[in-house]
């Protein structure tokens, strides 16, 4: 059958539903309280090692409970974030839960979790950047080798020198650095060899259509080969079939994330994902 890669369109589909029921501006004010009212939370998604099956780490995404319009998507108000600059508050807030999350994760399970945290470009940007980084690891206790974050290739390519300096100041920290929606965006190969990237995520319009997709999977065979060449892991985003993680396995795909094998979800989902000796497929 003809899969449905809709990414494109559920994106459109969900912003237009919100600026149907509510202005930009009412938008605006009610992000701005939104921090303040505890309004915004985080649902957390297994990344899955292929090989072992197991649970290797989370990716934290961030929701809006809105007291009128319910549960709203990030994308339907994370753009609106960082054209206002809210992003950056929150950004930090998104940083500072979820190593606080991880961090507990560690404690109760004693098994290491680690937690990636999407940047956006306006984020990254801000020269604090760094400093808040080194703050919330110390104020959380968070080991930085069990924080990613997830830049786009878009971020990277924006100004190469501030971005230079301060993937150089996230690089001395000891965090994980890696490319989320990778080949969707524009990306100089040279930027990958400077830059000490140690994992990419094929985006997920390239992993729908497989095993079928003959030229997705020549694509996604390329960039795990690339990846590997380049010594850094790849982790591929939107499995939701035991074909397309067969397939994946049979390329050396190293990480796996998506419906399959799990949902974004809650806490306490997580911790009983974390608690279970089973490996979390076969
Ligand atoms: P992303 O970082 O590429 O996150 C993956 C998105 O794909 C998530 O959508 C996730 O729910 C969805 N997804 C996961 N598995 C599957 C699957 O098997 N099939 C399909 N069709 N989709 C799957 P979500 O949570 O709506 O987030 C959308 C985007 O919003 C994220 O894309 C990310 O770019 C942005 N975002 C989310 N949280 C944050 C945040 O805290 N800060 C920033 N700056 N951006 C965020
Ligand atoms: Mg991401
Ligand atoms: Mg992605
Ligand atoms: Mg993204």
């Given at each position: 059958h003809a899969k449905n890669c809709g990414k494109n369109n559920a994106k459109l589909y969900s912003s237009a539903l919100t600026t149907q029921i509510m202005s930009h501006v009412k938008l605006e004010v009610g992000l701005r309280r939104a921090l303040q009212h505890n309004e915004l939370y985080l649902q957390y998604q297994p990344q899955i090692d292929?090989?072992?099956?197991?649970?290797v780490g989370v990716e934290a995404l961030v929701r809006w409970r809105h007291p009128e319009h319910g549960i709203i998507p990030p994308n339907d108000f994370i753009p609106l974030a960082e054209e206002t600059g809210l992003i950056v508050p929150i950004g930090e807030w998104v940083l500072r839960t979820a190593c606080l999350q991880a961090r507990a994760w560690q404690q109760e399970s004693r098994r290491a979790v680690r937690v990636a945290v999407n940047l956006s470009a306006r984020q990254f940007k801000d020269e604090n950047l760094a400093q808040t980084v080194l703050a919330v690891l110390h104020e959380t206790g968070?080991?930085?080798?069990l924080l990613e974050l997830e830049l786009t290739e878009g971020t990277l390519m924006d100004d190469a020198r501030a971005t230079l300096t301060t993937l150089e100041q996230l690089r001395a920290i000891g965090i994980w650095l890696s490319i989320d929606d990778f080949g969707t965006g524009y990306s100089s190969m040279n930027y990958l060899k400077r830059f000490d990237v140690r994992a990419l995520k094929i985006d997920k319009s390239f992993i729908?259509?497989?095993?079928?997709?003959s030229e997705n999977a020549a694509i996604t065979r390329a960039i795990i080969a690339m990846a590997h060449g380049l010594k850094m892991a790849v982790v591929a985003e939107g499995v939701e079939t035991g074909e397309q993680l067969a397939l994946l396995e049979q390329y050396g795909c190293d990480m796996a994330q998506g419906y399959l094998l799990g949902?974004?979800?809650s806490i306490d989902a997580i911790a009983r994902m974390l608690a279970g000796a089973q490996p979390v497929l076969r």
């Amino acid at each position: 059958h003809a899969k449905n890669c809709g990414k494109n369109n559920a994106k459109l589909y969900s912003s237009a539903l919100t600026t149907q029921i509510m202005s930009h501006v009412k938008l605006e004010v009610g992000l701005r309280r939104a921090l303040q009212h505890n309004e915004l939370y985080l649902q957390y998604q297994p990344q899955i090692d292929v090989k072992s099956a197991q649970i290797v780490g989370v990716e934290a995404l961030v929701r809006w409970r809105h007291p009128e319009h319910g549960i709203i998507p990030p994308n339907d108000f994370i753009p609106l974030a960082e054209e206002t600059g809210l992003i950056v508050p929150i950004g930090e807030w998104v940083l500072r839960t979820a190593c606080l999350q991880a961090r507990a994760w560690q404690q109760e399970s004693r098994r290491a979790v680690r937690v990636a945290v999407n940047l956006s470009a306006r984020q990254f940007k801000d020269e604090n950047l760094a400093q808040t980084v080194l703050a919330v690891l110390h104020e959380t206790g968070l080991d930085p080798r069990l924080l990613e974050l997830e830049l786009t290739e878009g971020t990277l390519m924006d100004d190469a020198r501030a971005t230079l300096t301060t993937l150089e100041q996230l690089r001395a920290i000891g965090i994980w650095l890696s490319i989320d929606d990778f080949g969707t965006g524009y990306s100089s190969m040279n930027y990958l060899k400077r830059f000490d990237v140690r994992a990419l995520k094929i985006d997920k319009s390239f992993i729908c259509g497989l095993p079928q997709d003959s030229e997705n999977a020549a694509i996604t065979r390329a960039i795990i080969a690339m990846a590997h060449g380049l010594k850094m892991a790849v982790v591929a985003e939107g499995v939701e079939t035991g074909e397309q993680l067969a397939l994946l396995e049979q390329y050396g795909c190293d990480m796996a994330q998506g419906y399959l094998l799990g949902r974004p979800q809650s806490i306490d989902a997580i911790a009983r994902m974390l608690a279970g000796a089973q490996p979390v497929l076969r």
